[in-house]
């Protein structure tokens, strides 16, 4: 015996004397909801389904009588299920406790009620059936057999229904319900004036009275030859199609449509028309674009007036080209929405372009030409063989060559592209070379703004300096920057101009001012919120070209694509609603999206086979890093005391003390002020590398890559783990020299394992030595040890045999601070610092110096440190 247990809030409802069911809050009357379960695949009305499914199981059991229901005026016939109560006691149960006697008195009221519709509605139907089969009447059969092809059917969608036909004659037959000479067969002959003539087989003419209840014009069928014929007035014609077509087909009639009778296609074709305005005058996908629309009905071109009359027919049924064509409801609907489209003769080009690249567009197909045809060219047409660079120095890889070429050419067409390379592959270095290949081709027609956060801001100072110190670049932080007119003319000075998201934020109204050639957004993941402060101010930068960069174009959802583009190539893709019900709701539709993105978006991995032969097995990347004001204040405090002692009289070994204890503060200060402060209090927001931590660690954990982070401080270790572990929510992974042996060797093991924990926290000296991590990607060098083979040793922990992929070494340097010149010292002269440096890595050479080299070694160069206010 089944039982079917649900939930009393999915119970049905008795509102005003009429049952329903209460859906998303609201009330909707039985027969409605029954019909939207069994044609919506909406969770909301599956408990509908589940009810609608109980009653035909009971229904199928016969358990159906006539009965006498008292009532104040006397007593009604109605159609009563044997027993109720009984029946909703055996196979009825609450999900949560046992029903209740009124429950059940409720819920058998319920189902008589049903009951009683049901028969009522169907019993005038069967009765005519039992009459017009005469004395002996007729026997309903229902087999039930699980289903070769399940159909969800529109009568207005004749192409599907002559499908089912089909379908349903191959089924009839294997039932016997079917088939043979004996299948009524009806055949659309012909349409004068929009009147539809019916050629009826004389098969069916058993049939045609049952037919006649629904359809009373089956009565005026005449006899001619051995078929009959019917005519059908316009008004019949149109109910034919709607009504009657889909219950034949469901009878397992044959219906045969001539073969030049279609659903044809409706489309749209644009021409685009060639535009003699200057091309210095236009700005990229803004500019307006005349288009010639020609719309097509499969293949017969359409003037505006027919379409026009097409549309205010909204008939079925039409001539076209000395044939007939059958149209469905969407098809009507379509023709308006596109006579709307064709009375516009002007058009932007974002919307010109993304016709011409996706093809076909909701039906909308644009030949490109002139201005479009070009600007297609320039995207996609081949690069031909890369030229050298004037003033940059450095070698290009040749996926970076071709990064460079790819970047120009949408930077020359004034388009927005998203540059979207793996970590480490040299977005920065492609950008510098882009602008410099500008510059060479006289293309270069005014400042470039950069936005960045504060924590990469020095590198691309640094970037740059290294590979074309011929272009002038400028920087807009501090609270010592530039506001105001100045501003504007300050930044005129510069071939490229690097700032801050934030400071973006606050100057945006100066910045907007400028006559940018273009604007370049740097790990762009922090403007894929439309929404936000900082991506709106972006937004309102104006500038001939924009350009993108992240390692990461879509972090959580499709929507980041939309946003990233919103802010490249602004209405490209739509209003965000558009693209969510175009794209987010379909997978069939990624394949568009991917193709409509395609000009604009350039994604290389590291895996790939064009890149991999290209790359080296390790890359060094350092992380420039700025220190906060609180960092700063630490910073500064320590100097001053160390310069107070060192410069009054101490023992040498006294002075060598003191200068080794500065050293350690200023480093631990530099890692975090926690570090210094021995404390566990609040962490975010408190030190520039722990913000370039996270930001790192975002990018390698969305790329499902595995990471080691060294610190030469056990005390670090222990105070970034809990606290990386509550930022990403995922496991972390600690070791240091405190460890015995046993957890050492299981930590080992849960990070080597593919499913383990993705980031490990080792001090420099415990993990530096002796132990295999090939399973990680990245290598993370926190803070610097005075010894680079120190460094180098742990390195190889991750770059070593048995690695299979490229190992990224990311070696964070704060600027301004004792680290910057270190890091100086360790890269000018590598070869020289081994031999100063003892191999022990001590820093005790240091208090050898003079106060002189002393205080260059350790001052803080504020400008370059102070984070924007």
Do not use: C
Not at 458 to 472: M, S
């Amino acid at each position: 015996m089944t039982v079917m247990a649900i939930s009393q809030q999915d119970w049905p409802v008795l509102v005003n004397g009429q049952w329903g069911f209460t859906i998303d809050g609201r009330f909707v009357d039985r027969d409605r909801a029954v019909a939207l379960a069994l044609t919506t695949l909406q969770p909301q009305y599956r408990s509908v389904f589940v009810w609608w499914d109980f009653f035909l199981d009971r229904m199928l059991e016969a358990d159906v009588l006539p009965a006498l229901e008292p009532l104040s005026q006397g007593v009604v016939p109605v159609w009563r299920l044997v027993d109720a109560e009984a029946v909703v006691r055996a196979h009825l149960e609450d999900s949560e406790k046992p029903l209740t006697d009124d429950q059940v008195r409720y819920l058998a009221s319920f189902l008589n009620d049903w009951v009683d519709a049901f028969v009522r509605r169907h019993a005038p139907d069967l009765e005519a059936r039992r009459a017009i089969g005469g004395p002996l009447g007729r026997r309903l059969v229902a087999r039930l057999m699980r289903p070769r092809a399940v159909w969800d059917v529109n009568a207005s969608d004749r192409r599907l229904l002559a499908q089912v036909s089909q379908e349903w004659q191959t089924i009839a037959a294997e039932l016997g319900l079917r088939g043979g000479p004996d299948t009524p067969v009806i055949r659309l002959e012909s349409i004068e004036g929009g009147r539809l003539t019916l050629q009826v087989s004389h098969a069916a003419d058993r049939d045609v009275s049952d037919w006649a209840l629904r359809f009373p014009a089956w009565r005026r069928l005449t006899v001619h030859g051995r078929d009959a014929l019917l005519a059908l007035d316009d008004r019949e014609s149109d109910a034919f199609w709607q009504e009657e077509l889909p219950a034949l087909i469901a009878e397992g009639v044959k219906v045969e449509m001539p073969g030049q009778w279609r659903n044809p296609r409706l489309h749209i074709r644009g021409q685009l028309q060639h535009s003699d305005e200057p091309r210095a005058s236009r700005l990229g996908l803004d500019q307006i674009v005349e288009v010639d629309w020609e719309v097509l009905l499969g293949d017969h071109p359409m003037t505006l007036s027919e379409l026009e009359g097409l549309v205010r027919a909204s008939r079925p049924l039409i001539r076209l080209g000395g044939q007939f064509v059958v149209l469905d409801d969407d098809t009507l609907q379509e023709a308006r929405r596109m006579y709307e489209r064709a009375k516009r003769s002007r058009v932007k080009m974002a919307d010109a372009l993304r016709w011409a690249v996706g093809g076909v567009d909701e039906g909308v197909e644009v030949v490109s030409s002139g201005e479009v045809y070009r600007m297609l060219s320039q995207l996609t047409g081949p690069y031909p063989p890369f030229e050298p660079l004037a003033g940059f120095r450095g070698d290009l890889r040749q996926y970076q060559q071709e990064g460079v070429e790819w970047l120009v050419r949408r930077m020359k067409s004034s388009v927005g592209a998203l540059l979207a390379d793996d970590m480490g592959l040299g977005k920065t270095v492609e950008v510098i070379a882009a602008l410099t290949r500008l510059k060479q081709d006289g293309a270069y027609l005014g400042p470039v703004l950069i936005a960045a956060p504060l924590s990469v801001v020095g590198n691309w100072e640094r970037e740059f300096a290294r590979f074309n110190p011929r272009l002038k670049v400028g920087s807009h932080l501090g609270t010592t920057r530039l506001e105001g007119p100045a501003l504007i003319e300050w930044v005129g000075e510069f071939d490229a101009v690097l700032t801050t998201y934030d400071v973006l934020l606050r100057d945006v109204d100066w910045l907007k001012q400028v006559d940018w050639l273009g604007v370049v957004a740097d790990e762009a993941q922090q403007i894929k919120n439309p929404n936000t402060k900082r991506a709106r101010a972006i937004r309102r930068i104006p500038a001939r070209w924009r350009v993108a960069l992240t390692g990461t174009p879509v972090e959580n959802r499709l929507k980041d694509l939309w946003a990233e583009m919103e802010f490249l190539n602004p209405g490209y893709l739509g209003s965000e609603r558009e693209f969510r019900q175009r794209f987010e709701r379909s997978e069939r539709s990624l394949g568009d999206l991917r193709r409509l993105l395609a000009p604009f978006v350039l994604r290389r991995m590291k895996t790939d086979p064009n890149v991999m032969p290209d790359l080296p097995d390790k890359v060094e990347i350092p992380e420039w890093t700025h220190l906060t004001p609180e960092q700063i204040g630490l910073y500064q405090a320590v100097v001053d005391t160390l310069f107070r002692e060192v410069d009054g009289s101490m023992t040498r070994m006294a002075r060598r003390g003191a200068i080794v204890a500065a050293l350690t503060h200023l480093k631990q200060i530099v890692d975090h002020p926690a570090l210094y402060l021995h404390q566990s209090g609040p962490m975010r927001g408190r030190s520039g590398k722990l913000e370039r931590l996270e930001e790192l660690l975002a990018e390698i954990l969305e790329a499902s890559e595995r990471v080691v982070i060294f610190s030469q401080y056990v005390a670090w270790v222990q105070l970034l783990a809990p606290y990386l572990r509550r930022h990403f929510h995922t496991p972390v992974l600690t070791f240091h020299g405190s460890m015995g042996k046993a957890e050492r060797d299981q930590v080992i093991h849960d990070f080597t394992d593919p499913a383990g924990p993705p980031i490990l926290l080792a001090s420099l000296k415990a993990g530096g030595v002796g132990l295999n991590l090939a399973s990680a990607q990245h290598v993370i060098h926190y803070d610097r040890w005075w010894n680079p083979a120190t460094e180098d040793q742990a390195t190889d922990r991750v770059w070593r045999m048995g690695q299979t992929s490229l190992v990224t070494v990311h070696k964070f340097v704060t600027r301004g601070t004792v680290e910057e010149r270190i890091d100086a010292l360790i890269q000018e002269k590598r070869h020289l610092s081994r031999q100063i440096l003892s191999e022990s890595g001590s820093d005790m050479w240091v208090s050898e110096l003079s106060n002189r080299e002393l205080r260059e070694l350790v001052e803080l160069r504020q400008s370059l440190t102070t984070s924007p206010s």
